[in-house]
């Protein structure tokens, strides 16, 4: 299967269980609401330019806010991770193993604390975006706080069982177009 066709199935699966399977969970508690949508641009390649890392994440997110008719309420925070990401990536990583060793983040190419930090730290920016242009409408300070931590933690675990169910063949970048 061509990377291409394999990132549209993960774009279009993606965004399918979190509109009608996540997005129709009743709340398990005010403060754990499950969001996974994200992961696809964490999944994204190493080698994905910084421009259409940006792009992509719009795209994505509109995608998403269209399902919902929630416009810019996912597409900001996933703009938001696509920006930092290449920053983060840098700090954790070195250049060279970027360029010479495997084509996407996952646990076999960055390490586990490397990675670790990464969906975490990625996490927890895109759900104290997401809940406070939520919060801005209600102002409980409590209540955001507590969605923020519930909700990165939940969505952490969604993300390990993820990781766990659908294994991703690590692949070694070549120098073969």
Same mark, same amino acid.
């Given at each position: 299967?061509?990377?291409?066709?394999?990132?549209?199935?993960?774009?279009?699966?993606? +965004?399918?269980?979190?509109? =009608?399977?996540?997005?129709?969970?009743?709340?398990? %508690?005010?403060?754990?609401?499950? =969001?996974? !949508?994200?992961? &696809?641009?964490?999944?994204?390649?190493?080698?994905?330019?910084?421009?259409?890392?940006?792009?992509?994440?719009?795209? !994505?997110?509109?995608?998403?806010?269209?399902? *919902?008719?929630?416009?810019?309420? =996912?597409?900001?925070? *996933?703009?938001?991770?696509?920006?930092?990401?290449? &920053?983060?990536?840098?700090?954790?990583?070195?250049?060279?193993?970027?360029?010479?060793?495997?084509?996407?983040?996952?646990?076999?190419?960055?390490?586990?604390?490397?990675?670790?930090? !990464?969906?975490? &730290?990625?996490?927890?920016?895109? %759900?104290?975006?997401?809940?406070?242009?939520?919060?801005?409408?209600?102002?409980? &300070?409590?209540?955001?706080?507590?969605?923020?931590?519930?909700? *990165?933690?939940?969505?952490?675990?969604?993300?390990? +069982?993820?990781?766990?169910?659908?294994?991703?063949?690590?692949? =070694?970048? *070549?120098?073969?177009?």
């Amino acid at each position: 299967m061509s990377n291409l066709l394999k990132y549209i199935i993960r774009f279009i699966l993606f +965004i399918l269980v979190q509109v =009608y399977i996540l997005n129709q969970v009743p709340p398990l %508690h005010r403060f754990f609401i499950p =969001y996974l !949508y994200f992961l &696809f641009i964490l999944w994204l390649p190493f080698n994905t330019s910084r421009f259409s890392l940006l792009i992509i994440a719009f795209i !994505y997110g509109f995608t998403l806010d269209s399902f *919902t008719g929630w416009y810019g309420f =996912y597409t900001a925070p *996933t703009v938001l991770i696509a920006f930092l990401r290449p &920053f983060l990536l840098n700090l954790l990583i070195p250049q060279e193993a970027t360029e010479q060793s495997y084509i996407e983040p996952s646990i076999k190419s960055m390490g586990l604390a490397p990675y670790s930090i !990464y969906i975490i &730290f990625l996490t927890f920016v895109h %759900h104290i975006y997401l809940v406070l242009i939520e919060w801005l409408q209600f102002g409980d &300070f409590s209540l955001f706080i507590g969605k923020v931590a519930g909700s *990165t933690a939940l969505s952490i675990v969604l993300i390990l +069982i993820t990781e766990l169910l659908f294994f991703r063949k690590a692949k =070694y970048r *070549t120098n073969a177009a």
